[in-house]
């Protein structure tokens, strides 16, 4: 199985501040033919579901803010908000979808300094 | 809008069986890929394993062959059952919808399942 590896577990930040979240992958989720890093980032607040927010490691998803930015490939990636705001607390999981067993990170919790 | 809605009992007994259901509502099921997720309290996110409508599925080999995930085309739903149930299973339990390789574009509420006697 693919391990992925977040850090730091958790993460605080002033409001308007940036944060960026890490996710390291054991193996290569880059699949050369069409150049795809089958990496997704996901938010969850408290009680929710998880909300996809990026794929394909850089896309956002349609209605996600501009203020989250994803970045990386082959076994490193970085998932950064660039001014932090209150709404933005939550647990963010990074995931590969590449190979089964789909496997996530264990989620970095991000709150407010 | 397609929408997920999980169902089932809320607490099992130890060696019995789970099963859960997601009603599809707004879209077919048949197209996509169909997954299980769980997250037991407090903790990370754990693909149980998907399904396309024709009934060819995947699964976590993490689960020992414990779980079956199954379409119904006919009621615009899939189901999953995890037999031989222990504590270690109590979690909430997500389903949720893939597109080709994307990934989890939508998401059921999910529903909590506690395995207990």
């Given amino acids: 199985d693919i391990v992925m590896t977040q850090s730091p577990d958790s993460l605080a930040v002033s409001l308007g501040e940036r944060a960026t979240i890490n996710c390291k992958s054991s193996q290569s989720i880059l699949y050369r033919p069409n150049n795809v890093n089958y990496l997704a980032w996901y938010q969850q607040r408290p009680g929710q579901p998880p909300e996809l927010l990026i794929s394909e490691a850089s896309t956002r998803k349609s209605g996600v803010p501009d203020r989250f930015n994803g970045s990386g490939s082959g076994t490193d990636f970085s998932l950064t908000i660039s001014s932090l705001r209150a709404e933005d607390v939550a647990v963010y999981f990074c995931q590969q979808c590449r190979f089964t067993p789909y496997t996530f990170g264990q989620g970095t919790k991000l709150e407010i300094k | ?117």
């Fill in chain 2, 1 to 117: 809008q397609v929408l997920l809605q999980e169902s089932g009992p809320g607490r099992v007994k130890p060696s019995e069986t789970l099963s859960l259901t997601c009603a599809v509502s707004g879209g077919s099921i048949s197209s996509h890929y169909w997954h299980w997720i769980r997250q037991p309290p407090g903790k990370g996110l754990e693909w149980i394993g998907d399904v396309y409508y024709s009934g060819r599925s995947n699964t976590n080999p993490s689960l020992q062959g414990r779980v079956t995930i199954s379409p119904d085309t006919s009621k615009n739903q899939f189901s999953l059952r995890l037999i031989s149930v222990t504590a270690a299973d109590t979690a909430v339990y997500y389903c949720a919808r893939q597109v080709d390789h994307d990934p989890f574009d939508i998401w059921g509420r999910g529903t909590m399942v506690i395995v207990s006697s």
